[in-house]
């Protein structure tokens, strides 16, 4: 029979990650994604991986760098302020095609900001954060179940397309303690991916040619050529790799789409509008790049208008414009700041909509 | 007859593309030197920094990894604990250990890593075209201190090799110079300590190569010999920063 455990979102990314063979985690103090540090620590001990809290979230990022071109699964996780420093060493990944999991449990911001959940990191997570011409694919939580498994997801699709991985969720999903179905047997053997880098992992060049990992291309041309060959790896990305989660859409004049704790929220909202009276569905997208542009562009034929809520000031809004390309009409209700999305509001916000001619 | 000297299987068999008198080429070609010495080509991971010392890459005939500017001692770090029984060492310029790398290189010989370091001081940044390193001499014009480096406005000569002894995860430090044939003999024999320590899993080891930037310092590259002798060495002098293998 299926065990169930209470378990904390950011405790349930560790065990996906150590379920995932995980085997080398660094990290760096910052709220609200303590409790994964701390999971690791401990974990990665019992699992005889490494660990270690390193001096800054720039080196962490630079540590899941050298362990990742060793060929051992590895990752690091952060919040707001700390994922803006860890931009430059994702970048550095993206160009050497290493694979590794960055999670972001988002905080309030701007700045330091505030150490409350939200979602205002949707723009430097999907737009790649760092310099240069990359992608990463991210991927969106909205439950501790999710927090696990998507963890699991992010190592088998970093490592189908060495590329890096963002787990995009927030404080509140990362400090929720929700039930788990507790599934330990994903272990490597039953999880589809290709075994690691027999061919471009450094580890010393006994019995083949020495290899060298670098981003620099000062050949003319070469840098371009690199480029045109990550541009092939996104394509197959966005050909292959979208998740979406549809509710209540059949009969819906109103969608709501959302992703993460505001979704969490909508879906209330969802059950609530529908008592009086209001077809509404929702679209939440799991995959936020790349984004369901096809799924939302053929919901859109059906239906009268969207609204999208979020935890900042619309940010995710912008996408889901540019997938409608003003067909529809597409409203926002959001709150920045941390603050959290009340149902009431979006109801409000959704009575308003139904009533527009 | 006995071989006593040949081209390291260390070095690819291809040129340098340093300017003439650099000092990154005898450097380099010692470490080559020291991992054939002790038979560990086909176990090591080299790290380049950003900076002259990136071409590294093109001439290390092992396996080589190129770090962001100052970051090479957190990749090392996650290399040699994943990969224990591996010879992992970075080589970095002023700028990138003393400056951009600060915390990196500070962190990691606390830690008492067990890697080599071997960072090259030539007292300027060299790819950038000659601005002021932490480690430029008081007076020194460059291209950021075009009156000479003034301590009011820019600080001291960093000293980072001596702050680096002071913390206990540091098992070796040693000051060498490639500027003449008795000093880059002394230099090798502290490359090859620094790699020594590291496969008798002492810890943490660094030399630090005062190394001839002629270019950068507007100088012929006879005179980037003397320059070493009369100003650089009297800054920094040559000589162990810390053994702990000495000290009982």
């Not at chain 1, 550095?92 to 990191?121: E, F, K, T, W």
């Not at chain 2, 601005?131 to 009011?152: C, S, Y």
């Amino acid at each position: 029979m299926e065990k169930k455990i209470l378990i904390r979102g950011n405790e349930a990314i560790g065990e996906g990650a150590i379920q995932s063979g995980c085997r080398a985690y660094f990290g760096y103090p910052i709220t609200p994604q303590n409790e994964l540090t701390a999971y690791m620590a401990k974990r990665m001990f019992e699992v005889k991986g490494v660990f270690i809290q390193a001096e800054s979230e720039i080196a962490a990022i630079n540590m899941v760098f050298g362990a990742s071109l060793t060929g051992v699964r590895t990752m690091t996780s952060s919040s707001s302020p700390g994922i803006s420093l860890k931009q430059e060493g994702i970048s550095y990944m993206a160009a050497c095609q290493l694979p590794g999991v960055i999670v972001n449990i988002q905080r309030g911001g701007p700045g330091l900001g505030n150490i409350a959940g939200s979602q205002g990191d949707y723009f430097q997570a999907t737009r790649g954060g760092g310099h240069g011409d990359y992608r990463t694919i991210v991927l969106a939580p909205y439950s501790a179940q999710e927090m696990f498994d998507l963890t699991c997801l992010s190592f088998q699709l970093a490592d189908k397309y060495r590329n890096p991985v963002m787990l995009l969720s927030d404080g509140i999903v990362g400090q929720m303690i929700e039930p788990m179905r507790q599934n330990w047997d994903t272990n490597d053997k039953n999880i589809e991916w290709k075994v690691r880098g027999e061919d471009w992992i450094l580890n010393g060049c006994k019995g083949r040619e020495p290899r060298m990992v670098r981003s620099l291309l000062m050949e003319e041309g070469e840098l371009e050529k690199l480029n045109w060959e990550l541009n092939r790896k996104y394509k197959k990305m966005e050909e292959q790799e979208v998740r979406v989660d549809l509710w209540n859409i059949e009969d819906a004049e109103i969608i709501i789409v959302a992703y993460g704790i505001a979704a969490r929220i909508g879906k209330t909202v969802i059950q609530r509008a529908r008592r009086q009276g209001l077809k509404v569905g929702m679209i939440r997208p799991i995959t936020l790049w790349p984004f369901p542009i096809q799924v939302i562009k053929d919901i859109a034929q059906k239906v009268k208008s969207f609204l999208v809520i979020e935890m900042s000031l619309g940010q995710m809004v912008e996408d889901v414009r540019l997938a409608i390309e003003g067909k529809r009409r597409v409203h926002f209700c959001g709150r920045p700041g941390g603050s959290v999305l009340e149902v009431d509001e979006i109801l409000d916000k959704l009575r308003e909509i139904s009533n527009l001619k | 007859m006995k071989k006593v000297f040949s081209y390291p299987e260390s070095l690819k068999k291809t040129k340098f593309s340093y300017c003439p008198g650099c000092g990154h080429g005898i450097s380099q070609r010692l470490v080559a030197e020291v991992i054939d010495e002790f038979k560990i080509r086909e176990k090591t991971i080299g790290i380049a920094p950003v900076g002259c010392a990136v071409f590294a890459y093109n001439y290390w005939n092992f396996d080589v990894t190129e770090a962001a500017h100052g970051r090479p001692p957190a990749v090392a770090t996650a290399i040699k604990r994943v990969l224990p029984d591996r010879i992992v060492f970075t080589y970095q310029g002023d700028g990138d250990l003393a400056s951009i790398g600060a915390a990196e290189i500070l962190h990691a010989a606390n830690r008492g890593e067990n890697i080599t370091v071997i960072f090259v001081n030539n007292a300027i940044y060299g790819m950038t075209g000659g601005q002021m390193a932490p480690t430029t001499l008081l007076g020194q014009k460059t291209w950021t201190t075009p009156w000479g480096r003034k301590a009011e406005l820019s600080g001291y000569p960093m000293k980072i090799s001596e702050a680096l002894g002071q913390l206990d995860g540091v098992h070796y430090i040693e000051r060498v110079a490639v500027n003449n044939p008795e000093n880059v003999l002394k230099a090798k024999k502290a490359i090859k300590k620094a790699f020594k320590n590291q496969i008798a899993n002492k810890g943490f080891s660094l030399v630090e190569v005062l190394s001839m930037c002629p270019v950068g310092w507007a100088v012929t590259s006879v005179e980037a010999l003397q320059w070493i002798e009369e100003k650089l060495i009297p800054v920094y002098p040559l000589g162990v920063i810390k053994d702990k293998s000495k000290s009982t």
